[in-house]
DNA sequence: GACCAATAGTAGGAAGTCCTACTATCTTGT
DNA sequence: ACAAGATAGTAGGACTTCCTACTATTGGTC
């Protein structure tokens, strides 16, 4: 769900609007589910539908929470396009490439979760589906028993090459037709929230 | 997964960083999961990765989509915490919430799918769940036998009411510490990318 | 040196998302 | 009028994420 768009233009005609499409289709090959492209801005609406609530102080809110979502939505179907090809997803090739960074090509599952700030178990997911493909290696920890490590195997390496080559070239290059100058405020504006999450220093 | 951080700095120490705990403590109750604060900032360090590579076209766009995914993470967590001990999730809340602002309290699952921009099987399960919960009805259309109605009932008007102004005042005022101005900039960057991609005219 | 708390990882489960069919029903064009 | 194609919704499956335990270790403290 992305989008708390409001419901009283229900009536109104949905035009085609052919240009967004190409748009699009200029940038990613084919959108996973084409959604035939609203005559107005949902998120817009929502914002309207709040002040006309009186919930003025929660309307930027809203709108940055909502679009969020529908933002992860569209980038992610971008990736897993590129990356459905070469029986990857996004998560598994996050651990791949952080891997591939390593000098030693091993790091413990806490530390890869660590990086990619995601809960332990979605590691020792994406581990698990790594190396049942051949990508990764599970090893013993040398010092500490509790601890496993993953280590990017020659395969790996290869795939994380090509996927990220892929990436580079076909979303990370412009996503959804955002120019550079664009991406870096939407980097800028992200960091603001992430460093008040709590993520980094 | 979301940062694309790099392994490099694996042996330095880090740090506790209360600062930033804080900051976060003050906005949403108990973060889902804490991650203990990076002491860099994983996504400027993967930028770093991209360009010693060489990747220099591809740096702002891969900053951006990584950046999009941890943000995503972030702001969902804060709003699972307001919601859940509701019984809700954000994808029912919004159901809920976009119902609630029709003139009838009703709309057919293709359009609730259209207007929050999901694929038609997500509707399809949030309103199954909302139902099993009374917080929604499902009616024949009258018109259209193919079309299935979701109409929300006085239950589901309680809770919508009582979730919004929850996260009204625990969300949506400030997420993650943004003020009004980053969050309009951030709608504004977001904005063109979901235009980009072809989700509205 | 023993104990107790913190840390590493896994198991099982709930939810969400999407995809690929597949059925039923409209709508349109000849 | 009727066949062909579009649209509405569902079933089943894959995948991700998180959560709540729970089991091993490790390490600090008395």
Redesign the pocket.
Known sequence: ??ALAAASLAGSAVAETPAAQTTAAAKSAV???ET?ALPFDPVAEAARQWRARGWIEAVDGMAAVTSLMRAH?IV??AV??VLRPM??????F?VLTLLSFTRTGAL???????R??????????????LAADGLVR?ER?P????????RITGEGRVLAARATQALNAEVFSGPAGLDSAQCRELVAAIAALRRGAGDFS
């Open positions: 769900m992305t959108p996973l589910t035939p939505q992610l179907s897993d396009v029986g990857l997803t996004f998560a598994r996050e413990p599952l806490s530390k890869l979760g660590a990619l700030q995601v809960h332990p178990t979605s590691v020792t997911n994406a581990v698990d589906r599970r920890h010092s500490d028993r509790r601890a496993v490590l993953a």
